[in-house]
């Protein structure tokens, strides 16, 4: 059944095109520094011996306990294994040891990474019948060995293959801003489990823009490293070409030393190129001073409501940006992009599409089939200009630093729409809030996004993408923490 049976009359989420620099108010500078961040304290609290892993987790489950009914970001909880873990740090602080650098730090994980003993649903009904995992993915093994608590798993769009989390197997995810409006997707409980203050941190996948779309319309901190520097061993694919895997936060300091903590080598993952570990913490207080910042135009200023537009000029003038700068084929790279997504997907499902069409879901599965049937020489064309692509995206790097663009173009629709009206013209809601994402993340640029709150939203989020060349991850981080730093970008409470 194609979506459009389903909602004969669909919602329309519909924004004016208001001059964007009457758009972002003084409300910003309340925002508070990373100095305030409690996780950043509570992690130096455990360290020093003067809290306990055990106290927060409790802490943690008692959040979880108290939103998640509306919330709806968790599909299984790991509290066996989480309080085990967390007695472990405990004792080790007891004992005098040296711990590890997130010892206590409570997280959770987007539900396609293999945890332990847990069956990797990747937000399918069809998974339900895979034996658990034998063994923790290796992302899991990495914040284990760094001390970090896992405190379980998360919803997401099934197979990965959307933007909004509206699940129809586990239900949607909503935003804990507003829960009548989507958290973004495909990673949405893990945007909006650091949003609602359940966990500090989460780890998620973008293919397309999973990790920047929730952390933009959820309000806090995202990281999309380069293509190929984090293993994706024990995860469970969407799009083999394109796939990267990442950390949520609630401090750009927190983004950092989680990255840090995963970053290895992995020999055993073709798909990972890292041969080193290169740290950014240690440089992320060296500001912007130097840095060269632009400003994306054209299609990320086209394809902007004039709020998103708005927190892209915010950030500017606090990084000292110039522009506009022109992002080479755009619009070309997002067609390539769907080609391959599409075709990739739907050739991995194929055979549970044949016989068990019926368990997928209803708002995706029309594009797996679809994908399925796609000419071969598409995808070769598309692969073919991917290449050149990347080329033209790399000489950027040339003359700049770091780039940005709005996230989103919009903040959260609300749950069930359909169509989005953005300046005059009018797009499938589901594949829209992607727009802006989707470009960067096929040429595999590392992106930070920051969480910024624009007026003209209702009190919602707009994130910004600071873009940065092929393994300069540290240099997006560091421009994210400026804008931390300046008061600009923070995350903000939400319902009690």
Not at 247 to 258: G, N
Not at 307 to 328: E, M, Y
Request: charged residues 20%.
């Amino acid at each position: 059944m194609s979506v459009q049976a389903r909602h004969p009359e669909p919602p329309v989420f519909s924004l004016d095109d208001r001059p964007a620099e009457a758009a972002y108010g003084a409300a910003s500078a309340t925002t508070p520094s990373s100095s305030d961040n409690p996780t950043l304290a509570r992690l130096a609290a455990i360290a020093q011996g003067e809290d306990t892993a055990r106290a927060w987790l409790e802490d943690c489950l008692a959040r979880i306990d108290a939103t998640d009914d509306t919330v709806n970001a968790f599909t299984a909880r790991t509290v066996a294994r989480a309080r085990e873990q967390a007695d472990a740090i405990d004792a080790r602080q007891a004992r005098g040891e040296t711990l590890p650098p997130l010892a206590g730090l409570p997280y959770a994980v987007k539900n396609l990474f293999d945890i332990e003993g847990e069956i990797t649903l990747a937000g399918s009904k069809v998974n339900r019948d895979h034996a658990p995992a034998a063994a923790d993915a290796f992302l899991v093994q990495r914040l284990r060995e760094a001390g970090a608590v896992l405190v379980g798993a998360l919803n997401m769009d099934e197979y990965a293959y959307g933007f909004t989390t509206e699940n129809s197997h586990e239900g949607p995810t909503r935003n804990p801003h507003d829960p009548e409006r989507i958290a973004g997707g495909s990673s949405g409980g893990s945007g909006a489990a650091v949003a609602a203050g359940q966990v500090p941190v989460t780890l998620g996948s973008d293919t397309n823009g999973s990790i920047r779309v929730p952390a933009s319309l959820c309000g806090v901190w995202g990281l999309k490293p380069t293509f190929g520097r984090l293993s994706r061993r024990g995860t469970y694919p969407f799009v083999h070409s394109i796939d990267h895997l990442g950390p949520f936060a609630d401090s750009a300091e927190l983004l950092a030393r989680t990255y840090d903590a995963l970053q290895a080598p992995d020999a055993a993952d073709p798909g990972s190129h890292a041969l080193r570990v290169q740290p950014v913490t240690p440089g992320l207080d060296r500001g912007v001073a130097g840095l060269r910042v632009g400003v994306l135009g054209g299609y990320f200023e086209d394809l902007a409501s004039a709020p998103a537009r708005a927190v892209v000029q915010a950030a500017a003038r606090v990084l000292g940006a110039s522009g506009p700068v022109i992002w080479p084929d755009a619009g070309l790279a997002r067609a390539a992009a769907f080609i391959i997504t599409a075709a990739e997907g739907g050739s991995l499902h194929l055979a549970d599409l044949r016989t068990r069409a019926a368990d997928f879901e209803p708002l995706s599965v029309d594009r797996f089939i679809a994908g399925a049937l796609q000419p071969a020489h598409w995808v070769t064309q598309a692969q073919r200009f991917r290449r050149v692509y990347s080329e033209r995206v790399n000489a950027l790097f040339e003359d700049w630093d770091v780039l940005l663009a709005p996230a989103t173009p919009v903040s959260a629709p609300p749950i069930g729409t359909e169509w989005l009206t953005l300046n005059g013209t009018t797009y499938p809601c589901r594949a829209a809030v992607g727009l802006l994402t989707q470009p960067v993340s096929f040429a595999g640029c590392p992106v930070a996004t920051a969480p910024m709150w624009p007026e003209g939203t209702d009190g919602m989020p707009i994130g910004v993408q600071l873009i940065a060349a092929p393994w300069r991850e540290d240099l997006a981080l560091r421009a994210a923490y400026a804008l931390e730093q300046a008061g600009l970008a923070a995350l903000r409470p939400t319902f009690s």
